[in-house]
């Protein structure tokens, strides 16, 4: 069974404040990762891809991957309230050219 | 660059009705397409993907069909309509050869009355 867990939320943070959202897999072949912002209504966006262990750097956001943990996260510094959206994980499974699994998302909110 | 239009925004239809939605990819040759929907309160669905014209895969049996008649053109099709066609249907795309990351069209509501 191919599954991606998300924590649904809402994680509801300060502006300012550090925003994290975890992500777990089941297929211990996966070789990409993606994190990808979705605001109420709106299509899927981008915002970050990891594919090997460690941490990535973009901006304000950071991604990690612990594939020996089936694990990955993404960081949000200095969280604004246009951050508010649900965040999507997203996995390959089947290898490098395997299809994208998605999570149910995470909502997060950042207050003013 | 590349762009993915997806058309209509949304759309109203009675149970029973046929459905085409479509989607069309510009700036790049031989992409991988997709068709995922979302239902309200539900994680996107992959129902169908595409490598090639005339070869389509489907991950969900469903009443749901779709087609590639051109290379950066991908339809869904429906003969009838049921009320749990109902979601957010959106149309994807990706590089060949390596998985880059999947972009997005803008999205077609559906509402099945």
């Known amino acids: 069974q191919k599954e991606v867990e998300q924590n649904s939320g809402p994680l509801s943070v300060p502006e300012g404040a550090i925003a994290s959202l975890n992500c777990t897999y089941s297929d211990r072949v996966s070789q990409s990762f993606f994190w990808y912002r979705q605001y109420s209504g709106k299509s899927p966006e981008l915002i970050m891809s990891i594919y090997s262990n460690g941490d990535k750097e973009d901006g304000r956001f950071t991604a990690q991957l612990n594939k020996a943990s089936q694990y990955v996260s993404l960081l949000i510094r200095d969280s604004q309230p246009s951050d508010s959206a649900t965040y999507l994980c997203?996995?390959?499974?089947?290898?490098?050219?395997?299809?994208?699994?998605f999570g149910k998302g995470t909502k997060l909110s950042v207050k003013p | 660059s590349q762009t993915i239009h997806q058309w209509p925004a949304t759309l109203v239809q009675p149970v029973g009705s046929p459905l085409s939605l479509e989607c069309t990819v510009e700036g790049t040759s031989n992409p991988n397409l997709y068709w995922y929907r979302q239902a309200a309160g539900r994680g996107l669905q992959l129902l169908f993907y595409s490598v090639g014209i005339g070869q389509i895969s489907s991950e969900v049996p469903q009443n749901l069909s779709a087609s590639r008649p051109q290379d950066r053109q991908f339809i869904l099709s429906s003969k009838k309509l049921l009320l749990s066609d109902s979601g957010f249907y959106l149309c994807a795309w990706s590089v060949m050869r390596f998985n880059y990351g999947y972009t997005f069209g803008s999205g077609t509501r559906l509402t099945v009355v």
């Open positions: 997203a996995v390959t499974y089947g290898g490098s050219q395997g299809n994208l699994i």
